[in-house]
């Protein structure tokens, strides 16, 4: 069998500017080629499309996954090509992949088999230099810091209370904390600082929920720093760090086209995590594939109780997006490992609570027909796709086994009809789970108990402390981040299927003032992860020739 990459290295790719050109009548002049097969699409051509009608918005979300992922990314392609299969103007929005996981645990992230967005190994890697302005951006700021203390501190800044900390695009453990300004007086004031990963970063939320370069630079300038002695906020404007922030981000901004192995056209810009961030593609991007097709089909990332929660009381209050259906991805190979075992229909009985779950949440919760998509794997049998199938006739929401995997867009055709009579239906009700005026504590509560089906909330000092400095800075009104483990509906990663009477532990809150929320750190989630035992950067490997293999 072959390779994800091997797959992606073997298609004939088309030159995407006439693609792009023909396929969404965009002018020539509006596209910046980025060699052959990816572009940049102008931020003057973004603005020119503004007044066009919207086409419908799928979400596409997954149950509780383990630590491969269970295709969603894949599925998000595939159903793209399915409903381009079926006649519809189909874009893809999808999140630039971060090179944590590329060298660490999942090896790449832009789909698999016959259900990927190309250049693979560009997407995966470098792709249009995105992250690297972000990291720079970021650390610019970090910088500015450390050089207006040196230089006098006129602001006031209390050394002990700086919030801003540096970020690269890598799991490296050894940098969540250390110490700068070592070295005597050339080199500045010791003080404690670290690392996050860049995805966890408030520039790269910035950047996916700016609406337009103004809005960007606006969002840059709020960002707060860090704090007076007497607990005064200090700006990014104060420090007149957003002009510069903001020309470094200019062209990172403007989203990225590629294509799928179909042909077909895809948004891939912007790359928070769902666990440690808001976890959703880049604003713009969504909004302007909206413009421009009958159906944009967008992931967040992991389960419908991170991804698409943010999704919906982030990027959807922010914007007013209204997706039409949610597509809830499944595999056998998940919930048999939330029934507790690795095989046997006992153990997928048992794990079917965590699809309950999900199914429920989207649904009540959110507002929002499901469909499920079973993503299929070849180990699956007959009997327990059945029971998956049973399941879902039982709370009543359309289950369809998709092979798109293996099969490309013909493989998600029956997917793609079903999300086309779901969204057509008009029976999306859009739900926020809090209102805006509600104390930060109690959105955290919300989220618990109403997603997680906690009993409440457990606020150590340091989270109790900082929740009180932020209602008393007039923050309230902003929603709430949830950064936990993916890997259960509590933060305990071992508690699997469908826990209820859990307790939330919020260990920290973190100010995004120019993102616009709070993130609450819950349990023993890290914003800078580390390397597995045997990270996939021990199987990548480029010949002679520069061909790479082993990303995925």
Not at 66 to 88: F, I, Q, S, Y
Not at 141 to 169: K, P, T
Not at 315 to 344: F, M, N, W
Not at 352 to 365: D, G, K, P, S
């Amino acid at each position: 069998m072959r390779t994800d990459i091997e797959i992606a290295q073997a298609a004939t790719l088309q030159p995407i500017v006439p693609l792009a050109v023909q396929r969404l009548g965009l002018p020539e002049e509006a596209l910046s080629p980025y060699g052959r097969y990816k572009a940049k699409l102008s931020l003057e051509h973004v603005a020119r499309l503004q007044d066009r009608p919207d086409g419908h918005l799928v979400l596409v979300t997954a149950i509780t996954p383990t630590p491969p992922g269970e295709g969603k990314t894949t599925t998000t392609v595939g159903l793209g090509d399915g409903l381009n299969h079926l006649g519809k103007q189909a874009i893809i929005c999808l999140r630039e992949p971060s090179l944590g996981p590329c060298f660490g645990m999942k090896g790449g992230a832009a789909g698999g088999g016959m259900a990927q967005v190309v250049p693979m190994e560009d997407i995966n890697l470098h792709f249009t230099g995105d992250f690297h302005a972000i990291q720079l951006a970021n650390n610019l700021l970090a910088a500015l810091i450390d050089n207006h203390i040196n230089h006098g501190n006129a602001l006031g800044l209390d050394l002990r209370r700086i919030v801003w900390r540096r970020v690269v695009d890598m799991n490296d453990r050894a940098l969540r904390q250390i110490t700068v300004g070592l070295g005597g007086p050339a080199n500045g004031y010791p003080r404690e600082d670290g690392f996050d990963i860049v995805v966890a970063s408030e520039v790269m939320a910035i950047l996916c929920l700016a609406t337009s370069l103004a809005d960007l630079k606006q969002r840059l300038g709020r960002i707060v720093i860090g704090y007076t002695a007497d607990k005064k906020p200090i700006t990014a404007r104060q420090l007149k760090a957003d002009g510069a922030m903001a020309a470094l981000l200019k062209d990172a901004l403007a989203p990225n086209i590629v294509q799928t192995l179909e042909g077909n056209l895809a948004f891939v810009h912007g790359g928070p995590f769902a666990n440690i961030a808001h976890g959703c593609n880049s604003l713009i991007a969504t909004r302007t594939a909206l413009k421009l097709a009958d159906y944009v089909v967008t992931e967040a990332g992991f389960g419908a109780d991170l991804g698409a929660e943010k999704f919906i009381d982030i990027k959807c209050r922010q914007s007013g997006l209204k997706p039409g259906c949610a597509v809830i991805v499944a595999t056998v190979r998940a919930l048999r490992h939330h029934g507790g075992a690795l095989e046997g229909l006992a153990a997928l009985q048992a794990g079917l609570a965590n699809l309950r779950r999900h199914v429920e949440n989207v649904r009540l919760q959110y507002g929002l027909p499901a469909v499920v998509s079973i993503n299929r794997f070849d180990a699956d049998t007959p009997e327990e796709i059945a029971l998956i199938q049973q399941e879902c006739a039982a709370l009543g929401v359309a289950c369809v086994l998709a092979t798109h995997w293996a099969e490309g867009g013909t493989g998600a055709a029956a997917l793609a009809r079903e999300v086309v009579k779901a969204c057509e239906s008009g029976a999306a009700d859009l739900q926020f789970l809090y209102e805006d005026a509600m104390p930060l504590e109690q959105k955290i509560v919300s989220v618990a108990r109403r997603i997680y089906h906690a009993a409440d909330i457990e606020l150590e000092p340091k989270a109790r402390f900082q929740l009180a400095e932020l209602q008393a800075l007039g923050f309230s009104q902003l929603p709430v981040c949830i950064a936990k483990t993916q890997y259960s509906f509590s933060t305990d990663p071992k508690l699997l299927a469908a826990p209820s009477g859990h307790s939330l532990r919020v260990r920290e809150l973190r100010l995004n003032a120019g993102a616009g929320f709070v993130t609450a750190i819950c349990g023993d989630i890290m914003t800078m992860p580390g390397l597995p035992r045997e990270p996939a950067a021990e199987r990548i490997d480029v010949d002679d020739e520069g061909r790479i293999s082993g990303l995925f």
